[in-house]
């Protein structure tokens, strides 16, 4: 398993690529690795042939846990599967009633286990496993809090090894029969009436995420009404040569990171994370900004130090990260240590969004849709009426880490600078 990241430290098997005996060249796909950031594929590290697979779909193991054997012509052959195994995970034959006077099972000991239901006796959490079995550590995690003997379990990893999706498939029959005496009393459903659809890693990821987020922090909603006339006038300055040289088109979002950043400079508490009963001030504007991958959920990559950049470096890297988080091409350090959020729905309409704050961040922004309306514009020689694009951004913050006057006065000045500012564009 290789270091993925900084901050990685396990992943879990998606597909293998290839199958035993298959050839495989350098550099070529071998497996996909999940990790509770991103989805990678893996490469060969040589050219050969694909001599055993230790660690079957599903499986979660540590960094540097072998997990396949690559025989390269000229080398010696030989074998990792001992190598690979933690030692605690060596197996032991049962122990007492169950064992005969040489250690081996006791006749009928197997099957009076299996007869059994999950067990009640003994330490809490205890894992019992068959002889020569060898558990990953997500197994034996899912067999201890569960209270399972392996025993019952049908494995159909190589070799008969139990894996974690034979786990879960056995805890998911075991609620369904628990819950099919119920489900018998009920109105029988017609067939096609509902339709069940399991969470990706990357959405349960994402839930596990926002339901924490919520019951750490203290969510506090504002929110003001910019006038983007200023940006637009810009904007179409440069529009048709932008896209000509670059293929897409300049949105709202890098002249609002920039103006975030900016402003971000002079209000640092917002720039930070809670540690404790501290708050920790980040010396750089590492801005992520959220990805919508469709179905599957979101990300937030970060670009770091953005503080730096200008709007036309901004909407680069916007649309660069952006293009890598659809085509799955983010490497796990691409999600870390972000240190601000931006959220961009506005190019649904949308009119106001309370985002939920990326922890361990203490505010996050929303730029909703920008619409045209008309507004009152003040000047010396009197009020007019006017039509000019108008948009809301709305900012979640930890009241923890500041108060609703610091927050008010942050997004008083990003509307500032939307509104006044000179932005230099390099088409």
Same mark, same amino acid.
């Given at each position: 398993?290789?270091?993925?990241? !900084?901050?990685?430290?396990?992943?879990?098997?998606?597909?293998?690529? @290839?199958?035993?005996?298959?050839?495989?060249?350098? $550099?070529?796909?071998?497996?996909?690795?999940?990790?509770?950031?991103?989805?990678?594929?893996?490469?060969?590290?040589?050219?050969?042939?694909?001599?055993?697979?230790?660690?079957?779909?599903?499986?979660? +193991?540590?960094?540097?846990?072998?997990?396949?054997?690559?025989?390269? %012509?000229?080398?010696? @052959?030989?074998?990792?599967?001992?190598?690979?195994? &933690?030692?605690? !995970?060596?197996?032991?034959?049962?122990?007492? =009633? =169950?064992?005969?006077?040489?250690?081996?099972?006791?006749?009928?000991?197997?099957?009076?286990?299996?007869?059994?239901?999950?067990?009640?006796?003994?330490?809490?959490?205890?894992?019992?496993?068959?002889?020569?079995?060898?558990?990953?550590?997500?197994?034996?995690?899912?067999?201890? *809090?569960? %209270?399972?003997?392996?025993?019952?379990? *049908?494995?159909?990893?190589?070799?008969?090894?139990?894996?974690?999706?034979?786990?879960?498939?056995?805890?998911?029959?075991? /609620?369904?029969?628990?819950? !099919?005496?119920?489900?018998?009393?009920?109105?029988? *459903?017609?067939?096609?009436?509902?339709?069940?659809?399991?969470?990706?890693?990357?959405?349960?990821?994402?839930? !596990?995420?926002? +339901?924490?987020? /919520?019951?750490?922090?203290?969510? +506090?909603?504002?929110?003001?009404?910019?006038?983007?006339?200023?940006?637009?006038? +810009?904007?179409?300055?440069?529009? $048709?040569?932008?896209?000509?040289? #670059?293929?897409?088109?300049?949105?709202?979002?890098?002249?609002?990171?920039?103006?975030?950043?900016? %402003?971000?400079?002079?209000?640092?508490?917002?720039?930070?994370?809670?540690?404790?009963?501290?708050?920790?001030i980040h010396p750089h504007v590492n801005l992520a900004i959220a990805v919508d991958l469709g179905p599957e959920g979101l990300v937030a990559p970060v670009i770091r130090s953005a503080e730096t950049l200008s709007v036309t470096e901004l909407a680069e890297?916007?649309?660069?990260?952006?293009? #890598?988080?659809?085509?799955?091409?983010?490497?796990?350090?691409?999600?870390?240590?972000?240190?601000?959020?931006?959220?961009?729905?506005?190019?649904?309409?949308?009119?106001?969004?309370?985002?939920?704050?990326?922890?361990?961040?203490?505010?996050?922004?929303?730029?909703?849709?920008?619409? @045209?309306?008309?507004?009152?514009?003040?000047? &010396?020689?009197? $009020?007019?009426?006017?039509?000019?694009?108008?948009?809301?951004?709305?900012?979640?913050?930890?009241?923890?880490?500041?108060?609703?006057?610091?927050?008010?006065?942050?997004?008083?000045?990003? /509307? @500032?600078?939307?509104?006044?500012?000179?932005?230099?564009?390099?088409?």
């Amino acid at each position: 398993m290789p270091q993925l990241g !900084e901050t990685v430290t396990e992943g879990t098997i998606a597909s293998w690529h @290839k199958k035993v005996g298959d050839r495989v060249e350098a $550099d070529e796909i071998l497996l996909e690795i999940e990790t509770d950031k991103v989805s990678m594929e893996i490469p060969s590290p040589g050219t050969g042939v694909l001599a055993q697979i230790l660690v079957d779909v599903g499986e979660t +193991v540590p960094v540097g846990t072998v997990l396949a054997v690559v025989e390269v %012509a000229g080398e010696p @052959k030989g074998t990792a599967a001992t190598s690979s195994a &933690p030692a605690a !995970e060596s197996s032991s034959a049962p122990t007492g =009633a =169950a064992t005969g006077g040489n250690g081996a099972a006791a006749p009928g000991a197997a099957a009076a286990s299996a007869a059994r239901g999950p067990s009640s006796s003994g330490a809490a959490g205890a894992v019992r496993r068959q002889p020569g079995q060898r558990l990953s550590p997500a197994v034996r995690r899912l067999a201890a *809090e569960h %209270a399972l003997e392996l025993a019952r379990i *049908e494995g159909t990893g190589r070799n008969g090894r139990i894996t974690r999706r034979d786990v879960i498939r056995y805890l998911q029959g075991a /609620k369904a029969a628990v819950a !099919e005496p119920r489900a018998a009393e009920a109105r029988p *459903e017609t067939p096609g009436e509902r339709k069940i659809v399991p969470f990706t890693r990357i959405r349960k990821l994402t839930a !596990e995420h926002m +339901v924490r987020s /919520k019951a750490t922090s203290a969510h +506090v909603l504002q929110a003001v009404e910019v006038d983007f006339a200023n940006v637009d006038l +810009v904007r179409n300055q440069v529009r $048709d040569a932008w896209r000509g040289r #670059r293929g897409y088109s300049l949105t709202y979002l890098p002249f609002i990171a920039s103006a975030v950043c900016e %402003a971000l400079g002079e209000f640092p508490n917002l720039n930070a994370s809670v540690e404790g009963d501290s708050l920790v001030i980040h010396p750089h504007v590492n801005l992520a900004i959220a990805v919508d991958l469709g179905p599957e959920g979101l990300v937030a990559p970060v670009i770091r130090s953005a503080e730096t950049l200008s709007v036309t470096e901004l909407a680069e890297a916007i649309h660069e990260i952006a293009n #890598r988080a659809r085509q799955g091409r983010l490497k796990p350090d691409d999600l870390a240590g972000g240190t601000y959020t931006i959220s961009n729905n506005g190019s649904f309409g949308t009119l106001i969004t309370a985002p939920i704050i990326n922890q361990p961040q203490v505010a996050i922004l929303s730029t909703d849709g920008v619409r @045209k309306k008309p507004v009152v514009v003040e000047a &010396p020689e009197g $009020d007019s009426i006017a039509i000019r694009p108008v948009g809301i951004l709305a900012q979640s913050f930890d009241h923890r880490a500041v108060d609703g006057a610091y927050s008010g006065a942050f997004l008083s000045r990003v /509307k @500032k600078i939307l509104e006044q500012r000179r932005f230099g564009i390099q088409p």
